[in-house]
């Protein structure tokens, strides 16, 4: 019984090797080095296609080129490059298995039990907070208890927490939410439907924490000092992180 092998182009995008290179790369092996203009000519492909083939290739270490006169050609990479291409993706993907078993756990924290539907949204720029606060708005508006609370980081604060979304505290007020603040590092003066209380002596944190209506948001520096942001969306998780609120909120003296 013989086995059957799969076509080239099949086994070949599963390297990243699309359909388009594979026609420039199999040109070049067959008729030796080119131009992009030959290689559109043999290959029936438009000259932008051919050029957007050859520079994934060379990306691939499949094409190299040389400068003849005034003209560059590709020559195509032995074929052995295609095996050494493949034993490389097997080493990333083994490797990115590897890691993935230290962080499996925490991500299925993420979902329902049961339905196993995710509940975290990732955010980054300052276009992403915007949309944390945003949301914070759009979800306490119809909330049945408009209060929602919030352990300020002032290191967060003073990276531009707000600076996306300047007239955040104006329509916070104007939409009637109110909101009991920790303060963590240095303090802040209240401005409207506002409660402060801080920590004496603790320093400040990277993370400030937004507990709002069945939801936790983190907003936190990465080690470049960016911005990013987690919305958690869990009834549990918000239940569980408002009575500890609470319970700090009621030992500190206002």
Known sequence: MTSQTRPLEEILSELGVTPKDVTVYLTLLQEGPG?????????????????DALKHLQELELVNFYNRETKQFFVAAPPARLQELAQLRATELS??????????????????AGTRQPVARMYEGSEGIRSILEDVLET????????YYVYSSS?????GLYDAFQDYTQKRIDAGVSVKVISIG???????????????????TPTYTLIYNGKVANVFLDKHGELLGLIIENQ????TQKTLFLSLWERLVS
């Open 35 to 51: 131009s992009v203009r030959q290689l559109a000519t043999l290959t029936g492909v438009n000259r932008g296609t051919v050029y």
């Open 95 to 112: 490797k990115a298995s590897r890691e993935l078993t230290h962080v499996v756990a925490e991500l299925e924290a993420l979902y329902v």
């Open 140 to 147: 306490m508006r119809t909330a049945p208890d408009q209060e």
């Open 155 to 159: 290191s967060v604060r003073e990276a």
């Open 186 to 204: 240095k303090d802040s003066k209240t401005v409207g439907l506002d409660e402060r209380r801080s920590i004496p002596g603790l320093e400040s």
């Open 236 to 239: 549990g998780i918000y239940e």
